[in-house]
């Protein structure tokens, strides 16, 4: 029985992965290199941790992976508050009704809690989430499963009844290994992913109905 739906954020939620990398494409050229997308890419759906770790690490900078983090969330406030987040469409009416429909909601994401709780207020849609997950706080970034195994049991269910809807390969490759069913969302601004493990792939939210998703799961699990 499908109990629960976990989300991930950037990408899902909010349309912040062009975001992300302009604002750390501009930070590593401040500092005298060049941040090739190419790259870049593979730590979509990762955590800012493991991100600045290996940058860090690639051009032999002088600053602690704290400190890039600081730097770039600075740069990050700056262009938020000129701008604003970038919506993707949808996404409010399609948790709005998800919840009225009983299921129990979460958020997984790579991000940080305060980075979760405002981005999930500004778009009016923070009241409905049980339960805000952070990779950060658990130490291992997704494919690894943690973060989706921890919201499972922050939620009060067991992995095999919840539905994780995901727009990287590594986000996706996480909800499979928790033993979850997937949708994968293909986000063209996520850049070129991976989503062939996910059970489903939906180009955009307005499917998302309660008898969608749960024919999502009936079909994965081989459930009537």
Known sequence: MLRAI?????????NSEPLHYEVDRLLVEE???KLDYDYYKQFIGSTNTHLWTCIRSRFGLTQTTEELKVMADAKKRQLVDQNGFPPIDGVEPMVRRLHEAGYLLAVASSSPVPYIEEVTAYFHIRPYFQVLVSADAIGKPKPAPDIY???ASMLGVSPDQCLAVEDSTNGVGAAKAAGM?????????SGPQSLHLADYIITGHDCMEPSFVEMVYAHA???P
């Open 6 to 14: 976990i989300f991930d954020m950037d990408g899902v939620l909010v």
């Open 31 to 33: 500092l005298g290199y």
């Open 149 to 151: 195994l921890k919201a």
């Open 181 to 189: 069913v997937c949708i994968g969302f293909e986000n063209p601004d």
């Open 221 to 223: 699990t081989g459930q």
